[in-house]
């Protein structure tokens, strides 16, 4: 083979190889014509019923050609020649960049391939040439130095997406590649973390949102240098670009890529969909697809006509939202926090529903709770009240709502204790107004209300007609110095509130739990098999169990989904307030999520993170440290505990957030106790961080359960993603995953993530306050910003839903190309 491929190179059709081969000296073959003015206009997307892709591969340096080039070419080469017939093409190689100026020529190719070593390698009227072709309807693919080409063109630049930045390393390293995209054809056959070496090139600039970025490489696996992307660090994409199609990889960049049959897949899959043999969709992550738009309008003076304090939401079959606020009134509205008074903190949960039809807002419905206070110390705020909803699974026919509260009626003031329910209530879906008096009770246990906080809400259902309800540890943020929550003391009348032993890690309470109960026609409930517990467990240290419990040891989980099409639950739930890490007590605060597809214990007040245990304190000084808890063998040894001692082991969770980082993990000493020292931190999870945290988690997106021919549903691309979110906007995650059902229930890492904070806008005129997120039957997302506030509703607090407008996936199935027969 010669070592500069110049001219016309190969011309190879279905497994006959024509007389324009070259074996031997480039001078053999036929020169390419005379350049032709470039005021060309193809009047047809290029190529014909054979398909053909050119290689060009013309550098701007002088000197022998790269062995890469070869490589390149001989790879797609045997591409072309191999696969199902219907998916062959036939190739040409050159380097005389005179090419671009021969329309009828140019105009034969479905595909040009950029195998170059970069430099300005074409004049103004070759690269009107190739401005015109795509403009046709051509197919470009850039591999690796293909993005040093032409670096004085702007236009080109849009065509390869990114340019490497100077400060790119020059050695070869292995790595892993995240391979977000598991439809398109360039990646669907690979896996989701690909290990192979190459050159890994820093951008100048980040393309993701502007083009479709189909596989991102992981900078914690090897060295990128000064000039680092950070955890977005794309290395494919693809986009619709100038009426044609471009796919860049910034991978091929040493001969050995070549030889690898999955870079051979992923170069295959780019070509199919460059040349029209196959479609592929390359819009769905360029955030200007994507339209946020705000439903609701604000309060009226004094009213809560549009929306009360938001705290959570459902959609029905039909298209309508359902959403409801937990208590709070708007900041004109007298807040009652005198316990002498019978009125403290008496508020009105509320139901509204939004009808996409006529674009109305209806007061469905209040209930009477005890939720109305806040601001102040830890013994005035209060998160109790409508705390969620969901609407049975034969909501369009019976018309049946779940809802999660604490009725005001069922408030003991002198004990400070109140009732938290579950109960079915019965809609007019006529007139979206809720029967109150249709009251079903399904189920009720007790809550302190003496001192905030952690009242959990969410619901979910299962395909099996099982309801998840989420509930809060009922236990003081303070007198833990914001580390575990396991101070016995203090109390009132009785009853801990700083010991959240009492509730998340007691066997014996519904607090801090995630619950799953069979609702039955008759507003009972049945306990199906599968839960944690059975209701008749005792140990040797005495105790009792709920049957009803499906998880233990969590925090303040607010919301929660189930993927009805795997049943596997995914929940997120707030962590304390420590800062840092303590030697002393353990890890900082952890904000969390899981996705749980089998009863367990998460751990809190014990353990949190990836197993990371926190310090004992008991009688009769909780200032005191004992010693360190043992994930594996968690024991309540608490004075406030009624349940099980002998706990069920941890089982570690998917993702955790500290203020310092994503995923924090330290070194363990012999007995497995992390160091808990800033400095020996490793962070697992490099695209979160926290501050101000408050664990939204979100959805996962099922393509196939939308409307067919909705207009605003999100693209396939999604499909099998995890919305993970956070209250905040800032450096908290706005994140879509991608995980490993082989590994997740065991507390696997992602494999992937890509943020949603340009297409789920933030900021104070966008979603800033994310309280929750789920998808509409029509594929939308509908959003519901909590407002600016806490405690209350303001101009700010919203109903919002973002569609997709970008169009299916290209090219039209009527401009398919037909490979070689």
Not at 79 to 105: C, H, M, W
Not at 279 to 305: M, S, V
Not at 747 to 771: A, F, Q, R, T, W
């Amino acid at each position: 083979m010669s070592t500069r491929r110049r001219v016309w190179a190969a011309s190879v059709a279905a497994g006959v190889v024509t007389a324009g081969l070259l074996s031997g000296p480039a001078a053999t073959a036929r020169p390419y014509p005379e350049p032709t003015p470039t005021t060309m206009s193809i009047k047809s997307p290029p190529g014909g019923a054979n398909v053909r892709v050119l290689i060009f591969h013309g550098s701007a340096a002088a000197g022998e050609e790269s062995p890469v080039v070869n490589a390149g070419i001989e790879a797609i080469e045997d591409i072309g020649l191999s696969g199902p017939s219907n998916r062959r093409f036939k190739v040409q190689a050159t380097g005389d960049a005179s090419v671009f100026t021969d329309e009828t020529r140019l105009g034969r190719f479905n595909a040009i391939v950029f195998l170059t070593g970069g430099g300005d390698v074409l004049d103004a009227e070759q690269e009107a040439g190739l401005e015109a072709y795509m403009e046709a309807g051509g197919g470009f693919v850039g591999i690796h130095d293909a993005a040093r080409a032409e670096p004085y063109s702007d236009w080109f630049t849009g065509l390869v997406g990114a340019r490497p930045a100077a400060s790119s390393p020059t050695a070869v390293q292995r790595a892993t590649v995240e391979v977000g995209d598991r439809g398109h054809p360039a990646t669907k056959n690979l896996p989701v973390q690909w290990k192979r070496p190459d050159q890994w090139l820093n951008w100048v600039k980040n393309p993701s949102g502007d083009v479709h970025t189909v596989a991102r490489v992981r900078e914690s696996t090897y060295q990128p240098g000064t000039g680092a992307n950070g955890w977005d660090h794309p290395v494919s994409w693809c986009r619709d670009y100038d009426g044609g199609r471009s796919f860049y990889t910034g991978m091929g960049g040493t001969v050995s890529s070549y030889d690898e049959s999955d870079f051979r897949d992923h170069l295959r899959g780019a070509l199919m969909w460059t040349t029209r043999l196959e479609q592929a969709d390359c819009k769905a992550t360029i955030n200007a697809h994507y339209a946020a738009e705000r439903l609701t309008k604000p309060n009226q003076p004094g009213q809560n006509d549009q929306i009360g304090e938001p705290h959570g939401m459902v959609t029905a079959p039909d298209g309508r939202v359902f959403y409801i606020g937990r208590g709070g009134a708007d900041s004109s509205q007298p807040v009652i926090t005198d316990w002498n008074n019978p009125g403290i903190g008496k508020g009105k949960g509320e139901i509204h529903v939004y009808d996409p039809k006529t674009k109305q807002v209806t007061l469905a419905g209040a209930l009477t709770v005890f939720g109305n206070k806040g601001g102040g110390d830890e013994l005035v705020k209060v998160e109790e009240g409508l705390l969620g909803i969901e609407l049975d699974p034969g909501f369009a026919q019976n018309g049946w709502v779940y809802l999660h509260y604490t009725p005001h009626e069922r408030i003991n003031r002198e004990t400070r204790m109140a009732e938290r329910r579950v109960s079915r209530f019965t809609l007019d879906r006529a007139t979206n107004k809720l029967d109150l008096a249709s009251e079903k009770v399904l189920l009720k246990w007790p809550v302190q209300i003496h001192s905030c906080c952690h009242a959990g809400g969410g619901m979910a259902w299962d395909s099996k007609g099982n309801l998840y309800i989420a509930t809060g540890d009922n236990n003081s943020s303070g007198f833990s110095d914001g580390y575990s929550g396991n101070n016995p003391q203090p109390n009132y009348k009785g009853v801990s509130f700083a010991d959240a032993r009492r509730t998340a890690g007691n066997t014996n309470n519904l607090n801090g739990k995630i619950l799953r109960i069979h609702p039955e026609p008759d507003g009972t409930y049945t306990l199906p098999e599968g839960n944690l517990f059975t209701g008749k467990e005792t140990d040797e240290g005495g105790g009792k169990t709920r049957g009803e419990i499906y998880v233990m040891g969590v925090r303040n989980p607010a919301r929660i989904s189930v993927d009805k099409s795997t049943d596997v639950l995914y929940a997120g739930w707030v962590g304390p307030d420590a800062s840092a890490p303590s030697t002393t007590w353990g890890p900082a605060k952890y904000d969390t999520f899981a996705a749980i597809t089998k009863a367990g214990n998460r751990g809190w007040p014990y353990c949190m993170g990836n197993k990371q245990p926190y310090r004992d304190r008991n009688l009769p000084d909780p200032s005191k440290p004992l010693g360190w808890y043992d994930c594996d063998r968690p024991k309540n040894e608490s004075p406030n505990n009624d349940g099980l001692v002998n706990l069920p082991p941890v089982t570690g969770n998917n993702i955790w957030y500290s203020p310092s980082g994503g995923g924090p993990d330290y070194p363990r000493d012999a007995n497995g106790v992390p160091s808990y020292k800033p400095a020996e931190a490793t962070y697992r999870l490099p695209w979160l961080k926290g501050g101000g945290q408050a664990a939204m988690n979100g959805p996962v997106y099922r393509y196939g359960t939308t409307a067919a021919d909705s207009t605003v549903k999100w693209p396939a691309y999604w499909d099998g993603k995890w919305f993970v979110g956070d209250f905040y906007d800032a450096d908290q995650p706005r994140n879509a995953v991608l995980m490993d059902p082989k590994t997740q229930g065991d507390g696997g890492l992602p494999v992937h993530s890509e943020s949603l904070k340009k297409i789920v806008p933030v900021g104070n005129d966008g979603i800033k306050n994310l309280m929750d997120w789920k998808f509409g039957p029509d594929g939308a997302l509908y959003v519901l910003d909590y407002g600016r506030g806490f405690f209350t509703s303001d101009s700010k607090s919203a109903l919002w839903r973002v569609t997709y407008k970008g169009g299916g996936p290209t090219p039209a199935a009527g401009q398919l190309a037909r490979g070689s027969e």
